[in-house]
T-cell receptor, first 113, second 118 residues
Framework: DTGVSQDPRHKITKRGQNVTFRCDPI?????LYWYRQTLGQGPEFLTY????????KSRLLSDRFSAERPKGSFSTLEIQRTEQGDSAMYLC???????????FGSGTQLSVL | AQTVTQSQPEMSVQEAETVTLSCTYD???????LFWYKQPPSRQMILVIR??????QNATENRFSVNFQKAAKSFSLKISDSQLGDTAMYFC???????????????FGQGTILTVHP
C-alpha cells in the first residue's frame, strides 16, 4: 500500500500565474476527492470523481479551477490566474467501494505571492 | 447543509492522562457517519475513529473512544493514556450516508490542537 501521493509538496507562485497539482490515488481506488484547507481551518470539499467522471463540484470551485482525471487513475487540479486568496493546502483523497473511508495524501501547500 | 462545530481551539494534557475533545453538529439527515481525524505535522489526515449514526453503541479503537449523543447532536472523542505521538490537530467530520452521486463528501469542524506534554 503506497498510499495517496501528491506532487508537489510545496508550490510558491506569483499572482496571476497558473499552477497544476497532481494526485495519485491508491491503486484500484475508483473514487477521488479534492479538498482545500486554509490555515487554522478544517478541509473543505472541492470536487469528487468516480473513475474518470467528475460527479460533484463545490461552489468553491470557481471557473479558474479545473480538475481532471483522464483515465480514472491520477488526477490534476489546475488553478488559472492565481490570486492571493488561493493560498491554502490542497488535499487529495481516495476511496473504494461505498466510499466511507477516505485515505488522504499529505497535500500540496500553495503560496501565492 | 451540515455544520460541524469544535469549540475548543486548543487543548493540552499530560502524558498518560485522559483528555476529551468536544464536537457538535447540525443536520437534518437521519443516516450519516461521524468521524474523528488526526492531522499531525506531517499534514496527512489519518482516520482515528468512525461512528455510524444508526448504531447506539459508542465506537472504540484501542485508547480512543467516542461519546455519541444523537439527540443532542454531540460527538466527543476521549483519548485515554495519552501519548506524545497523539500531539496533532484533531478534526471532527460528518458524512451523509453515501448514495446517488454523493460519496465521500466530508464536512469538517475547525479543529482542535492537542498537545501532549511529557
Amino acid at each position: 500500500d503506497t498510499g495517496v501521493s501528491q506532487d508537489p509538496r510545496h508550490k510558491i507562485t506569483k499572482r496571476g500565474q497558473n499552477v497544476t497539482f497532481r494526485c495519485d490515488p491508491i491503486s484500484e481506488h475508483n473514487r477521488l476527492y479534492w479538498y482545500r484547507q486554509t490555515l487554522g481551518q478544517g478541509p473543505e470539499f472541492l470536487t469528487y470523481f468516480q473513475n474518470e467522471a467528475q460527479l460533484e463540484k463545490s461552489r468553491l470551485l470557481s471557473d479558474r479551477f479545473s480538475a481532471e482525471r483522464p483515465k480514472g487513475s491520477f488526477s490534476t487540479l489546475e488553478i488559472q490566474r492565481t490570486e492571493q486568496g488561493d493560498s491554502a493546502m490542497y488535499l487529495c483523497a481516495s476511496s473504494v467501494g461505498v466510499g466511507i473511508r477516505l485515505f488522504f495524501g499529505s497535500g500540496t501547500q500553495l503560496s501565492v505571492l | 447543509a451540515q455544520t460541524v462545530t469544535q469549540s475548543q481551539p486548543e487543548m493540552s494534557v499530560q502524558e498518560a492522562e485522559t483528555v476529551t475533545l468536544s464536537c457538535t453538529y447540525d443536520t437534518s439527515e437521519s443516516n450519516y457517519y461521524l468521524f474523528w481525524y488526526k492531522q499531525p505535522p506531517s499534514r496527512q489526515m489519518i482516520l482515528v475513529i468512525r461512528q455510524e449514526a444508526y448504531k447506539q453503541q459508542n465506537a472504540t479503537e484501542n485508547r480512543f473512544s467516542v461519546n455519541f449523543q444523537k439527540a443532542a447532536k454531540s460527538f466527543s472523542l476521549k483519548i485515554s493514556d495519552s501519548q506524545l505521538g497523539d500531539t496533532a490537530m484533531y478534526f471532527c467530520a460528518f458524512m451523509k450516508r453515501p448514495g446517488g452521486t454523493s460519496y465521500g463528501k466530508l464536512t469538517f469542524g475547525q479543529g482542535t490542537i492537542l498537545t501532549v506534554h511529557p
